[in-house]
């Protein structure tokens, strides 16, 4: 080697030394170690332990609590991937236009992902109280469901009549014609008025909220009530980061492939599902892998919730690991090697989105 | 979008096509705005919320005693009176508060006087409650309640008068050589005699009890801060350390930025030295250093915390800011980020530099750093943002010690010291106020924040 390239490699071996000495302490070390931990016996009280072998991970399957927080990891992260890929998708599709000050409301949108999660726990645990503002929104659309259903009906209707009329004409109308629509809500909301001021829909009488969100005991659709919460909490949160990833990739789109789609008569639905649909695929790809690991090994959202809810309603993996260092005895033991499992579980979760679920690449 | 309205079967004229492409415009931006209030509106109604004297309270108002001007007003004459403070009020020698107070009389009741007390009040649930803070009840006295005006009013179907009348508070300076202490509030009770109905007052109260017989006021010279933002002032003065008596959340915003400064300087520092020799240094063994790197950026921190957290241990770092400050290190995502950024800036440069006999480090330091300003912008950005908001390693090195904890933590502390009473409103303020310093960086470089989420996302 010549001796140039020999100090070359020295100053960038000096260069990159304080970072190598950290990964190798916080990281690499520490995951070796978590590993060894997994087969012992080990707590924070005692300094001494022994082998134990497989027993903690025997003890773990048998443990109610780590079953209900693998059981609701999964399911946390199945429901929020899902929902928030969808919305984060139609969220950046509206944002993804040509008009004036729509950099202001993608700043705007990106708000509640900045802030700290602490911060924005706080509030929502206040939200989901029973007299909180998420039952008061709830309440007041209840009560004032005959306004609102009125109004939506008659806008559905004043629409259907005026794309009839104009088919009639001759004019080949979309039912969705934005021109139309707008007359539509016009009148609707003449209507609405007009009836209510007649005193023949008015809001029903709102009454005080009984549902409770973070103490409720109930299931739905095998997930706690409270975990529920979590679930609406951190789709909030992480819908606005998603869709700016959304936004860039969507931008990165040709606009000749929409002009040759149009050409080809593609309606714009159509034009979504075969142009943009495909051409996003690397970019969903991104979404999903980062969505499934952020939701499996979410933390700070159930550690903040606190005894605010019930600990067995919203425990997570990420958070059991957490409570089994630091209450009780503090079992490291166990700790790690639900740690591990959490470590497997999410390789073999991208791996399978991978192999299975949307690929990487582009079509 | 607009294009395929161009492609009909069949011509339409323009007219109708540019009315088309209007109210697809118009319906765009109410989707946006709509979108705006999903996302902007929960926080707007927290900081109606945070205002309140019962932020739990059903139904919802958007207009409440804290958002009336009137009561700005009031508030910060009363401040002004109280103790020549018209921001934060209180109750100091010399003070003399004339305050009013109109009742509905109906019918057939003769007026009575209401009875006014100076109550002896401490601060709310929590941490407050343990200090002896100077109570205003010592040292007020209250002056007869005289009768000022009648008028005949009807509320409802019920005929009758509205009855003002007046009083005074006063903190008498009995001897001017003598210390006398000033007091932060000046609780006021007044309670009128059955079958009189509160109407208003200078200053409309904090809460009626007692089905509205007695109108109760934290502060009868709160100041404008110390009415309007009520529970901000609480959380400065209510929360504080038991043994020193000094604030914990000004501890914690120290802390905070401490913390998130040091690991700024870290990172601009050693991400941008490892991030040069990834990308242009010769390095044996650089493929499989970065494999690894990519294999731990998907461990979850779960499985590597509990060894962190015995290495911190056995270096008594627990408790200390600067073993969250050690743990966080230098982050990997901010070295791909200067990677990113040295892979591409012109090779010559250096190579010019390199010729000139320069060593690596001068070279580094002179000529490739001041060249890396807007990635080392961005880099600073992103890392206080997220050191700011940093939890989980708050929550494993600072555990137990109130007088170290960051925000975040301090905001967990707060829940679970206030949630049990139900004291929203200091929690919610707290909440906001530990945003602010996030939203100014927010509003100022916003191209960074929302350029870095989709630029690193989409390379790295």
């Given at each position: 080697m010549p001796s140039s390239k020999r100090t070359e490699a020295l100053y960038a071996l000096l260069f990159i030394s304080p970072f190598l000495l950290h990964l190798l302490i916080f990281f690499i070390f520490a995951f070796v170690r978590t590993i060894w931990f997994s087969f012992t016996d080990k707590t924070t009280l005692r300094d001494s332990y022994n082998f134990v072998g497989l027993q903690n991970f025997i003890n773990l399957f048998g443990e109610e609590r780590f079953l209900l927080a693998l059981q609701h990891s999964i399911g946390f992260m199945l429901v929020v991937t899902t929902i928030q890929t969808f919305l984060a998708l139609a969220t950046a599709a509206v944002l993804n236009q040509r008009l004036h000050g729509i950099t202001f409301f993608r700043t705007v949108y990106y708000i509640p992902s900045v802030l700290s999660s602490a911060a924005v726990t706080v509030i929502a645990i206040w939200f989901f109280q029973k007299t909180g503002f998420l039952n008061t929104f709830i309440g007041w659309v209840s009560a004032h469901s005959p306004v609102i259903l009125t109004l939506v009906g008659i806008f559905i209707l004043a629409q259907a009549v005026q794309v009839g009329l104009e088919r009639m004409r001759g004019l080949p109308v979309a039912p969705t014609d934005p021109a139309l629509a707008t007359i539509s809500l016009v009148v609707a909301i003449a209507l609405t008025w007009l009836l209510g001021a007649m005193g023949l829909v008015v809001p029903r009488e709102a009454r005080p909220p009984e549902f409770t969100w973070l103490t409720n005991p109930d299931s739905f659709l095998g997930l706690p009530i409270p975990l529920w919460s979590i679930v609406m909490l951190n789709i909030f949160t992480t819908i606005p980061t998603l869709m700016l990833i959304f936004l860039a990739g969507l931008q990165d789109i040709p606009k000749s492939l929409y002009e040759a789609a149009a050409i080809d008569g593609a309606s714009p639905l159509q034009q979504f599902f075969w142009v943009t649909v495909p051409m996003l695929r690397p970019v969903t790809f991104l979404v999903v892998t980062l969505s499934l690991i952020g939701t499996l090994q979410m933390f700070d959202q159930v550690a903040l919730m606190g005894d605010s809810a019930p600990l067995n309603s919203i425990i997570v993996m990420a958070y059991y690991v957490y409570n089994s260092v630091f209450s009780g005895e503090g079992h490291i033991g166990m700790a790690s090697a639900a740690a591990l499992v959490l470590a497997v579980l999410t390789f073999v979760v991208v791996f399978l989105q991978r192999t299975f679920g949307i690929s990487e690449k582009a079509h | 979008m607009a294009t395929q309205a161009m492609k009909p079967r069949r011509k339409l004229d323009e007219r109708y096509l540019a009315r088309q492409r209007w109210a697809r415009a118009g319906w765009i931006y109410g989707a946006m705005l709509a979108l705006g209030v999903f996302f902007i509106g929960p926080f707007y109604v927290a900081f109606l919320g945070s205002l309140k004297d019962n932020p739990l309270e059903w139904p919802f108002r958007t207009t409440f005693a804290q958002v009336l001007p009137k009561n700005w007003v009031a508030a910060w004459k009363l401040g002004q009176q109280g103790a020549g403070n018209p921001w934060l009020g209180g109750f100091a020698p010399g003070a003399n508060i004339p305050f009013e107070v109109s009742y509905f009389v109906p019918e057939g009741t003769e007026p009575t006087p209401p009875t006014v007390t100076v109550p002896e009040r401490r601060a709310g649930a929590g941490l407050g409650a343990i200090f002896d803070e100077v109570q205003a009840s010592r040292y007020a006295q209250v002056s007869p309640v005289e009768e000022v005006s009648r008028r005949p009013a009807r509320i409802g179907d019920e005929a009758g008068q509205v009855v003002t009348y007046r009083f005074t508070i006063s903190y008498p300076r009995s001897d001017p050589a003598l210390d006398l202490p000033t007091a932060a509030r000046l609780p006021l009770d007044v309670e009128a005699p059955r079958g009189q109905i509160f109407l208003t007052a200078t200053l409309d109260p904090n809460r009626l009890e007692r089905r509205g017989r007695v109108a109760s006021w934290?502060?009868?010279?709160?100041g404008f801060f110390g009415y309007t933002f009520k529970n901000y002032v609480r959380v400065f003065r209510e929360a504080r350390d038991p043994n020193t008596g000094s604030s914990f959340f000004l501890r914690w915003t120290v802390n905070s930025f401490f913390v998130s400064l040091m690991a700024v300087l870290i990172n601009l520092i050693f991400a941008s030295l490892a991030g040069y020799a990834l990308a242009r240094m010769y390095l044996p063994g650089k493929g499989l250093l970065f494999a690894l790197i990519i294999l731990l950026m998907a461990v979850p921190q779960q499985a590597m915390f509990i060894s962190n957290y015995l290495v911190l241990r056995d270096l008594s770092l627990l408790g200390s800011l600067w073993g969250m400050i050690v743990w966080i290190g230098i982050d990997m995502a901010k070295v791909f980020l200067m990677k990113q950024f040295f892979e591409s800036i012109p090779r010559e440069i250096e190579e010019a530099a390199l010729i000139d006999g320069a060593n690596p480090i001068a070279t580094f330091f002179r000529i490739i750093l001041p060249m890396a300003t807007p990635a080392l912008g961005a880099l600073t950005i992103m890392t206080f943002q997220g050191i700011w908001n940093e939890f989980f390693k708050a929550a494993v090195v600072l555990s137990g010690q109130q007088g170290s904890y960051t925000l975040p933590l301090g905001l967990s502390f707060f829940r679970s010291a206030y949630g049990a009473a139900g004291d929203w409103g200091l929690m919610l303020a707290s909440a906001f106020l530990s945003m602010i310093p996030i939203v100014i960086l927010f509003v100022v470089f916003q191209r960074y924040f929302v350029e870095g989420v989709s630029t690193s996302a989409l390379k790295g």
């Amino acid at each position: 080697m010549p001796s140039s390239k020999r100090t070359e490699a020295l100053y960038a071996l000096l260069f990159i030394s304080p970072f190598l000495l950290h990964l190798l302490i916080f990281f690499i070390f520490a995951f070796v170690r978590t590993i060894w931990f997994s087969f012992t016996d080990k707590t924070t009280l005692r300094d001494s332990y022994n082998f134990v072998g497989l027993q903690n991970f025997i003890n773990l399957f048998g443990e109610e609590r780590f079953l209900l927080a693998l059981q609701h990891s999964i399911g946390f992260m199945l429901v929020v991937t899902t929902i928030q890929t969808f919305l984060a998708l139609a969220t950046a599709a509206v944002l993804n236009q040509r008009l004036h000050g729509i950099t202001f409301f993608r700043t705007v949108y990106y708000i509640p992902s900045v802030l700290s999660s602490a911060a924005v726990t706080v509030i929502a645990i206040w939200f989901f109280q029973k007299t909180g503002f998420l039952n008061t929104f709830i309440g007041w659309v209840s009560a004032h469901s005959p306004v609102i259903l009125t109004l939506v009906g008659i806008f559905i209707l004043a629409q259907a009549v005026q794309v009839g009329l104009e088919r009639m004409r001759g004019l080949p109308v979309a039912p969705t014609d934005p021109a139309l629509a707008t007359i539509s809500l016009v009148v609707a909301i003449a209507l609405t008025w007009l009836l209510g001021a007649m005193g023949l829909v008015v809001p029903r009488e709102a009454r005080p909220p009984e549902f409770t969100w973070l103490t409720n005991p109930d299931s739905f659709l095998g997930l706690p009530i409270p975990l529920w919460s979590i679930v609406m909490l951190n789709i909030f949160t992480t819908i606005p980061t998603l869709m700016l990833i959304f936004l860039a990739g969507l931008q990165d789109i040709p606009k000749s492939l929409y002009e040759a789609a149009a050409i080809d008569g593609a309606s714009p639905l159509q034009q979504f599902f075969w142009v943009t649909v495909p051409m996003l695929r690397p970019v969903t790809f991104l979404v999903v892998t980062l969505s499934l690991i952020g939701t499996l090994q979410m933390f700070d959202q159930v550690a903040l919730m606190g005894d605010s809810a019930p600990l067995n309603s919203i425990i997570v993996m990420a958070y059991y690991v957490y409570n089994s260092v630091f209450s009780g005895e503090g079992h490291i033991g166990m700790a790690s090697a639900a740690a591990l499992v959490l470590a497997v579980l999410t390789f073999v979760v991208v791996f399978l989105q991978r192999t299975f679920g949307i690929s990487e690449k582009a079509h | 979008m607009a294009t395929q309205a161009m492609k009909p079967r069949r011509k339409l004229d323009e007219r109708y096509l540019a009315r088309q492409r209007w109210a697809r415009a118009g319906w765009i931006y109410g989707a946006m705005l709509a979108l705006g209030v999903f996302f902007i509106g929960p926080f707007y109604v927290a900081f109606l919320g945070s205002l309140k004297d019962n932020p739990l309270e059903w139904p919802f108002r958007t207009t409440f005693a804290q958002v009336l001007p009137k009561n700005w007003v009031a508030a910060w004459k009363l401040g002004q009176q109280g103790a020549g403070n018209p921001w934060l009020g209180g109750f100091a020698p010399g003070a003399n508060i004339p305050f009013e107070v109109s009742y509905f009389v109906p019918e057939g009741t003769e007026p009575t006087p209401p009875t006014v007390t100076v109550p002896e009040r401490r601060a709310g649930a929590g941490l407050g409650a343990i200090f002896d803070e100077v109570q205003a009840s010592r040292y007020a006295q209250v002056s007869p309640v005289e009768e000022v005006s009648r008028r005949p009013a009807r509320i409802g179907d019920e005929a009758g008068q509205v009855v003002t009348y007046r009083f005074t508070i006063s903190y008498p300076r009995s001897d001017p050589a003598l210390d006398l202490p000033t007091a932060a509030r000046l609780p006021l009770d007044v309670e009128a005699p059955r079958g009189q109905i509160f109407l208003t007052a200078t200053l409309d109260p904090n809460r009626l009890e007692r089905r509205g017989r007695v109108a109760s006021w934290d502060s009868a010279a709160p100041g404008f801060f110390g009415y309007t933002f009520k529970n901000y002032v609480r959380v400065f003065r209510e929360a504080r350390d038991p043994n020193t008596g000094s604030s914990f959340f000004l501890r914690w915003t120290v802390n905070s930025f401490f913390v998130s400064l040091m690991a700024v300087l870290i990172n601009l520092i050693f991400a941008s030295l490892a991030g040069y020799a990834l990308a242009r240094m010769y390095l044996p063994g650089k493929g499989l250093l970065f494999a690894l790197i990519i294999l731990l950026m998907a461990v979850p921190q779960q499985a590597m915390f509990i060894s962190n957290y015995l290495v911190l241990r056995d270096l008594s770092l627990l408790g200390s800011l600067w073993g969250m400050i050690v743990w966080i290190g230098i982050d990997m995502a901010k070295v791909f980020l200067m990677k990113q950024f040295f892979e591409s800036i012109p090779r010559e440069i250096e190579e010019a530099a390199l010729i000139d006999g320069a060593n690596p480090i001068a070279t580094f330091f002179r000529i490739i750093l001041p060249m890396a300003t807007p990635a080392l912008g961005a880099l600073t950005i992103m890392t206080f943002q997220g050191i700011w908001n940093e939890f989980f390693k708050a929550a494993v090195v600072l555990s137990g010690q109130q007088g170290s904890y960051t925000l975040p933590l301090g905001l967990s502390f707060f829940r679970s010291a206030y949630g049990a009473a139900g004291d929203w409103g200091l929690m919610l303020a707290s909440a906001f106020l530990s945003m602010i310093p996030i939203v100014i960086l927010f509003v100022v470089f916003q191209r960074y924040f929302v350029e870095g989420v989709s630029t690193s996302a989409l390379k790295g």
